[in-house]
């Protein structure tokens, strides 16, 4: 099957091409920059362009079979905050939209399960409605691309709907990455939110449960949270600290100063245009001190996804640091 790809030059998208380059498919991904592609993924068909072009998005997808749409601003905080809706929400209506006009066999959208907020139930699955809020400009978008997607599914996408957990391994440069690489790095002056629990999945074992789902027949319509191994921040701390040597910082910030340290940062971020220092945005801190607690056992039941210990995914992403 010729698949078409968005977001192949991402943290999941490189590890999901090694992974389909095993496979009978053939791609085809839709990148925004042509000569950093040819360097990332050797091998693949190109075709340049954006998923804020819905012409263009029509195009490079003409003749596939398949779907799988990775594209999206991932991120706590933006410069230009409008960023969030233009891609992960018209840019996902460009790309199904496309789609379902092309009569594509199979549709996997990627989402979050950041989307579901803080469900009634903990921990959550994929039976569970979300809950009121979402915690961040990021999460709200992705729930907004995710609520477009079902509403396509009922006009006839072939859809399956996947939602990562936390995502770690080698080669993340935001988000959880960063936070390891500042760790380890002797970046941060204190831990956060020791007792947040927030629930992690390896990313080759997003990009597994992506190609499988590709592959698995009769699970149009299904949906599927990926991830189980839930830590505190304690905990992941100190996995950091064991597989790298590396102490953690002496100093442990209480619960109640973090959100004005957060509100600070993130004020003075909106002044110099740059990211907040150490990674404290507000969103970022509103979403980990509500945490996830997710239960990815579907994905093990119906697409016999087997889940890499979380101490294995650390420990890659910190053997790649130079430190």
Not at 137 to 154: C, H, M, N, V
Request: aromatic content about 6%; charged content about 25%.
């Amino acid at each position: 099957m010729r698949l078409f790809l968005t977001g192949a030059t991402g943290f999941i998208g490189r590890r999901l091409c090694r992974r389909l380059a095993a496979t009978p498919h053939t791609l085809r991904c839709l990148v925004r920059d042509l000569e950093r592609a040819r360097s990332l993924l050797p091998g693949v068909e190109l075709v340049p362009g954006d998923v804020t072009d819905p012409d263009c998005v029509r195009r490079a997808l003409a003749g596939c079979e398949g779907v799988i749409h990775l594209a999206n601003i991932y991120s706590f905080w933006e410069k230009d905050p409008a960023r969030y809706h233009a891609v992960n929400v018209e840019g996902t209506r460009h790309v199904l939209e496309a789609a379902l006009e092309a009569g594509v066999r199979r549709v996997i959208h990627v989402s979050s399960a950041v989307i579901f907020g803080k469900p009634a139930r903990l921990p959550f699955t994929e039976v569970d409605p979300p809950g009121p809020e979402r915690f961040s400009a990021y999460a709200q978008s992705k729930y907004e691309g995710d609520q477009l997607a079902w509403s396509l599914r009922e006009r006839g996408l072939p859809l399956v709907v996947l939602y990562p957990c936390g995502v770690l391994g080698a080669g993340d440069p935001k988000g959880s990455g960063q936070y390891i690489a500042d760790l380890v790095g002797r970046r941060m002056p204190a831990t956060i939110l020791p007792d947040a629990v927030l629930t992690w999945v390896h990313v080759a074992d997003v990009a597994e449960a992506i190609a499988r789902a590709v592959d698995q027949a009769g699970i149009e319509g299904e949906e599927y949270l990926i991830g189980k191994e839930q830590l505190s921040m304690r905990q992941f701390n100190q996995l950091v600290c064991e597989l790298s040597g590396v102490p953690l910082p002496w100093l442990s910030l209480p619960d109640a100063a973090v959100m004005p340290l957060a509100r600070l940062l993130t004020g003075l971020a909106r002044l110099t245009g740059k990211p907040p220092l150490w990674g404290l945005a507000v969103d970022q801190v509103r979403t980990v001190r509500e945490g996830f607690r997710a239960e990815g056992l579907r994905a093990e039941r119906e697409l016999g996804l087997v889940y890499t210990p979380i101490r294995e995914a650390i420990a890659e992403t910190i053997a790649e640091l130079q430190y």
